[in-house]
């Protein structure tokens, strides 16, 4: 496939990265573009501006293919097929800001020339009939669009690329999508053709029900508490009827990362926009931002005012497998124990020892026995499996009090209790149930 033209990418993040490579594995040349030099500049000596696990060996296979720049000319000049793969944060209005889309569109626009132009990045529903009537505003007419959700978890990105549930592409005309179904070819997916507005609709309304789910079973994890229920158990009886499926049950502190938090936000603020109010969607925000606050008040029923106390966070990215730490409940959690007086200390594997913007105050160390040591208390915040490993029984003897709070129900309680610790997770009830009614 080397003599086809390349395919652009432009945004060199978590998605526009893992697109770009996998696009490269399948057999396509593909030009990396993004306006930020620095990253450029270490993605050609090799550096990856994240940690995706299985990236680097794929880059390294794939390098003849790749390359990589900060230039639109030099992106267009031999790209016709062009995806744009930039953030949509959310705005102070809880909006998506496409202020970056729209600057990637212009940028090409403004250049001329006949393009497909597919949209990777999670824009509202609209944005492709908004980009086309910028086109048309600006006087170009020989840019086709294509709407291309990705679906891509932080962690398994890889595998979700090469082997996703479906691909979903939306087009305005049959002949685009074609073409971008046909970059696809290698990959054994149901493909889901609609209309551009669909195809936007589809990426909102999924990460909106996954996250449904999981405030969903948050909820049932709180009442398993107050009626001496056990939310694991709950989850399995449930997941096990093929209608509900066992996936995206699990209790915690809350869902979240670079997409689910904005996404939801974003469906509920489009809904809005246009006259509907989704109120189905403010529970699920609300009950994920009480998750957090949860954990604190299970810390205070134990301990008492929190004012002088030590906690040690295990885990701060918003989930294993990832340097990210977007939208992580550790960053909430830090910031309230402290706001109640609580010193915290922290560990991560993935996070270096040392002062962290995200956590001013923080003592953020790289050994979770330090960490641990003289706490009054420790809350599990991400699974990562070192935690699963580590000697639980060392972690009592360094602990002032040795209380765990298992925040994502990740170890198994009677074998942290063996150990020696207090252990708690979400939703596993001990109360006793309620009495019969007199
Ligand atoms: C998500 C979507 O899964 C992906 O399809 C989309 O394109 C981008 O957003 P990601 O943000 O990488 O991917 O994380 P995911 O693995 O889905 O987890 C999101 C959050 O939900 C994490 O904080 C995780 O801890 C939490 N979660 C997930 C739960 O609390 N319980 C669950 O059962 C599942």
Redo the contacts with the bound molecule.
């Keep these: 496939m080397d003599g086809v033209a390349p395919i652009g990418v432009v945004g060199t993040g978590?998605?526009g990265l893992v697109t770009a490579v996998c696009f490269a594995h399948l057999g396509h040349r593909v030009v990396c573009m993004d306006v930020d030099e620095a990253k450029i500049a270490g993605l050609r000596s090799g550096r990856l501006p994240i940690y995706e696990p299985g990236l680097d060996k794929l880059i390294d296979d794939t390098t003849e293919r790749l390359s990589f720049t900060t230039s639109y000319d030099e992106l267009l000049e031999g790209c016709h097929i062009l995806f744009i793969a930039v953030d949509t944060p959310p705005s102070a209005s809880g909006d998506a800001d496409l202020s970056r889309v729209q600057r990637a569109t212009r940028e090409i626009a403004r250049r001329g020339g006949e393009r497909l132009m597919v949209m990777k990045s999670?824009v509202p529903v609209g944005t492709g009939e908004r980009v086309t009537a910028d086109f048309t505003g600006l006087g170009v007419s020989q840019i086709a669009y294509v709407s291309n959700?990705?679906?891509?978890?932080?962690?398994?990105?890889i595998q979700?690329f090469l082997e996703p549930d479906r691909i979903v592409i939306g087009s305005f005309r049959p002949e685009d999508g074609d073409v971008v179904e046909a970059l696809y070819r290698g990959i054994d997916a149901e493909v889901v053709r609609t209309s551009v507005a669909t195809a936007e609709m589809i990426?909102y309304a999924?990460?909106a029900f996954?996250?449904t789910?999981?405030s969903f079973?948050?909820e049932i994890a709180n009442v398993c508490e107050q009626v001496g229920a056990d939310v694991r158990e709950v989850?399995r009886g449930m997941g096990l009827d093929h209608r509900i499926g066992p996936?995206?049950?699990?209790?915690?502190?809350?869902?979240?990362?670079?997409?689910?938090p904005k996404?939801v936000q974003a469906l509920k603020q489009l809904a809005g926009n246009s006259g509907y109010h989704f109120q189905l969607l403010t529970a699920v925000l609300e009950v994920n931002a009480l998750q957090k606050r949860r954990v604190v008040t299970k810390l205070k029923q134990r301990l008492g005012r929190l004012h002088g106390k030590k906690v040690a966070l295990l885990g701060l990215t918003?989930?294993p497998n990832?340097d990210?730490l977007r939208?992580?409940?550790s960053i909430v959690l830090a910031a309230r124990l402290q706001g109640e007086g609580a010193r915290v200390s922290a560990h991560d594997p993935m996070i270096p020892a040392g002062e962290h913007p995200s956590f001013p105050g923080v003592a953020i160390v790289d050994d979770p026995l330090e960490a641990l040591s003289d706490a009054d208390a420790a809350v599990l915040v991400?699974?990562w499996p070192e935690y699963g490993r580590l000697d639980w029984g060392a972690a009592a003897a360094v602990m002032r009090r040795p209380l765990l709070i298992d925040g994502?129900n990740f170890l198994d309680p009677d074998v942290v209790a063996a150990s020696g610790l207090e252990y708690d997770g979400i939703g596993l009830g001990d109360a006793e149930p309620p009495a019969w009614p007199a």
């Design positions: 978590y998605v999670t959700p990705e679906f891509l978890r932080e962690g398994a990105a979700d990426k999924s990460n996954l996250a789910k999981i079973i948050n989850a996936h995206f049950l699990q209790a915690g502190i809350g869902y979240g990362g670079s997409c689910f996404d918003f989930k990832t990210d939208e992580a409940a991400t699974e994502r």
